[in-house]
């Protein structure tokens, strides 16, 4: 890979982990603000807890989709750390046909119903539904591409990383 695109793929990932921390701030910002109108003015509102779910939901996947890096994934570290470099690679192409194929044959489906919520909008805020889902559509491509091309590296001979459990972390 160039630099340039190196570079690129940087930046984009620290915009998306930027999209990420604001979200997080925004679902902080609405559940303290349910706090104080409910148990300090005595007010409840609904909307701050409409917002929070539905920031949370558009955070996982974003994140999932965009933030969250292979090393980070889950996985039977027990079974894949035990396995040598082939083993490994081997479990990374059954891995990504299998979530392809899954994804890929799930996929009509999740974008009709997607489509079909268009008739739906939530209580308080009056977000049509269609637009409030359609992070799953984002996340379902992104996995499709980021598996294609795990699978795609792993037949290429690239090992992926080794599970070392004295060395694991929040990703931080």
Not at 6 to 17: C, F, M
Request: with cysteine; charged share 15%; proline share 3%.
């Amino acid at each position: 890979m160039t630099a340039g695109l190196r570079a690129v793929g940087s930046w984009l990932a620290q915009r998306a982990e930027n999209i990420v921390a604001a979200m997080l701030a925004a679902m902080f910002l609405a559940f303290l603000l349910q706090i104080v109108f409910r148990y300090v003015l005595g007010l409840p509102i609904g909307w701050t807890h409409e917002a929070s779910v539905i920031l949370w939901i558009w955070l996982v996947l974003w994140g999932a989709a965009f933030v969250i890096t292979e090393r980070e994934e889950i996985r039977f570290d027990i079974i894949y750390g035990s396995v040598g470099p082939s083993a490994r690679r081997v479990m990374c192409v059954v891995t990504a046909v299998a979530l392809i194929a899954l994804y890929v044959i799930s996929f009509p489906a999740v974008l009709d119903y997607v489509t079909f919520m268009k008739v739906e909008k939530t209580s308080y805020l009056k977000i049509r539904f269609d637009w409030l889902f359609s992070i799953y559509i984002v996340f379902v491509v992104a996995s499709i591409i980021r598996y294609m091309w795990l699978g795609w590296q792993a037949l290429r001979g690239v090992t992926p990383d080794e599970f070392d459990p004295t060395k694991a972390s929040s990703g931080v």
